[in-house]
């Protein structure tokens, strides 16, 4: 079956793999410039990316080796929506699980579109305020760390690069600057 996305005419599409957080296609289609060609496409479960900072300007980060990169990466908390969860729920129980923080308010700072070219995976982004503190709830396959430090410092390590996680460095510069409109 053919249909229009967009631009672009999807001639067919073909499931490659398929799991409960991923699924990969490969379409043939026909660009906006009228070359046939093949486009994978990967899509990842949509997400939250949460932010959480005290009354003085001290945020909570994870710190947590990341299989696809190879390395430790720091990064607010995130994790992927569950079946028929609101966003704003997602936020809340990936922030207790997490680093064992509750959440009074959570501030919506919108949606991210990681790598737009060939992964759909949005995020939705939040401030967590008024925090309180329990035990985490990690799952037995996440080793977490949590990693406090001054909102202003987090900007700088996003602007030096050590900060990489596209929806962390995105969440901390505008929270950054949402929290200077008050």
Avoid: C
């Amino acid at each position: 079956m053919q249909f229009s996305r967009g631009p672009w005419t999807v001639r067919e599409t073909n499931l490659r793999y398929k799991n409960d957080w991923v699924e990969v296609n490969q379409d043939k289609v026909v660009r906006s410039d009228g070359h046939a060609t093949e486009f994978s496409l990967v899509r990842l479960k949509p997400g939250v990316s949460v932010l959480a900072i005290d009354d003085d300007q001290t945020v909570y980060l994870t710190r947590e080796y990341r299989y696809a990169i190879e390395q430790e990466s720091l990064e607010v908390v995130s994790g992927a929506i569950d079946n028929e969860e609101i966003p704003e729920d997602a936020a809340k129980r990936e922030l207790t699980e997490e680093l064992g923080i509750v959440a009074g308010e959570l501030v919506d700072l919108g949606l991210v579109n990681p790598l737009t070219s060939q992964l759909h995976a949005p995020a939705r982004l939040f401030l967590a305020r008024n925090l309180t503190f329990r035990e985490p709830q990690q799952d037995a396959g996440e080793l977490i760390e949590m990693v406090k430090m001054d909102l202003t410092e987090a900007v700088q390590l996003v602007m030096n690069s050590v900060i990489t996680h596209a929806p962390s460095s995105v969440l901390i510069l505008k929270a950054s600057q949402w929290l200077k409109g008050l």
